[in-house]
């Protein structure tokens, strides 16, 4: 088995084709996710309130990532196994329902794409081993935190957190790099954004991000070592000012509206998890 997969004609496309597969998947998990914390918080208010949640039957039905079955949000056409296959179902029924003909968003096909071709990615970068299936696992939640909130301004502790862990432990064996640089990147990660935003709250006497954001950086000290996180603050800040500066023109948006940061923090994370030291010997160089 080692021996066939470490042959990049074969690896390249079984974990494209993998990627492919699970995007469908990372395409439920970004839209249910946030319901599913919604319900939960509202139920664990109403009992730490000691008050009688509502009669609604919405939130009585059973509700994860398994079920109910995936249905079109316009007719409630229950999605067969042949229509939920990636990329090939939405070209074959043409970006429609089968049975409504309602267009359905190309975002679903973009995400399974953009999975397929970063999992292609990471096997071309790590090759066949424990480090790619770390690797892929990294960039599937990092997919899923950027469209999580870039939808709700939400970075879920149900994945920022064990993305924590899992790049600590990881580690242990410098899989990516050494331990002592891991453990001081996520408590460094963690205490930058954090002292950013008290400050920014004293001076300005509001809060400019979310405890979200200094946990998916403290994740990705965690995964890339301390070293690279001027490099993803950097980054991140540089894209952030200036993609934000332009939805919110292009969009007419008030300019004290907040913009969702972590997508910025986790493509950056990536790019630096990658090719950081690259980077950072380029601009060295370049100085």
Not at 194 to 197: D, T
């Given at each position: 088995m080692?021996?066939l997969?470490?042959q990049?004609?074969?690896?390249?496309?079984?974990?494209?084709?993998l990627?492919?597969?699970?995007?469908?998947?990372?395409?439920v998990?970004?839209?249910?996710l946030p319901?599913m914390l919604e319900?939960q918080?509202?139920?664990?208010?109403c009992?730490?309130l000691?008050?009688?949640?509502e009669?609604?039957?919405?939130n009585?039905t059973?509700?994860?990532l398994a079920v109910?079955?995936?249905?079109?949000p316009?007719?409630g056409h229950?999605i067969?196994?042949w229509?939920n296959i990636?990329i090939i179902s939405y070209?074959?029924?043409?970006g429609k329902?089968?049975?409504c003909k309602?267009s359905?968003?190309?975002?679903?096909p973009l995400v399974?794409?953009?999975?397929?071709?970063?999992s292609?990615?990471?096997?071309w970068?790590?090759?066949?081993?424990?480090?790619l299936l770390?690797g892929?696992i990294?960039?599937?939640?990092?997919?899923?935190?950027?469209?999580?909130?870039?939808?709700?301004?939400?970075l879920?502790?149900?994945?920022?957190l064990?993305?924590l862990?899992?790049?600590?432990?990881?580690?242990?064996?410098?899989l990516f790099?050494d331990l002592?640089s891991a453990?001081?990147?996520?408590a460094?990660?963690?205490?930058s954004l954090?002292?950013?935003?008290w400050v920014?709250?004293?001076l300005r006497?509001?809060?400019?991000?979310g405890?979200g954001?200094f946990k998916?950086?403290?994740?990705?000290?965690a995964w890339?070592g301390?070293?690279?996180?001027?490099?993803?603050?950097i980054?991140?800040a540089?894209?952030?000012?200036i993609?934000?500066?332009l939805?919110l023109?292009?969009?007419?948006k008030?300019?004290?509206e907040?913009?969702p940061f972590?997508?910025y923090?986790?493509?950056?994370g990536?790019?630096a998890?990658?090719?950081?030291?690259?980077?950072t010997q380029l601009?060295?160089?370049?100085?």
């Open positions: 080692e021996v997969f470490s990049p004609l074969v690896l390249l496309p079984a974990v494209v084709i990627g492919l597969t699970v995007g469908s998947f990372l395409n998990v970004i839209y249910r319901i319900r918080w509202k139920r664990d208010c009992e730490f000691d008050v009688q949640p009669s609604d039957t919405t009585q059973p509700f994860n109910p079955h995936s249905t079109c316009n007719c229950a067969k196994p229509e990636p070209v074959f029924l043409r329902c089968s049975s309602i359905i968003s190309v975002r679903y399974e794409t953009t999975t397929g071709v970063l292609g990615l990471v096997a970068q790590l090759g066949f081993g424990i480090e770390l892929l990294f960039t599937w939640s990092l997919i899923c935190l950027t469209l999580i909130d870039a939808d709700h301004k939400l879920p502790d149900n994945i920022t064990p993305l862990w899992l790049g600590l432990l990881a580690n242990t064996q410098n790099t002592h453990v001081i990147g996520a460094a990660g963690y205490l954090w002292s950013v935003f920014f709250k004293i006497g509001k809060e400019g991000m405890y954001d998916l950086l403290a994740a990705l000290g890339c301390w070293q690279q996180l001027t490099l993803i603050i980054i991140s540089g894209l952030g000012a993609i934000g500066t939805i023109q292009l969009s007419g008030n300019r004290s907040p913009i972590g997508p923090l986790a493509g950056a990536w790019v998890f990658f090719w950081g030291d690259e980077l601009y060295l160089s370049y100085l």
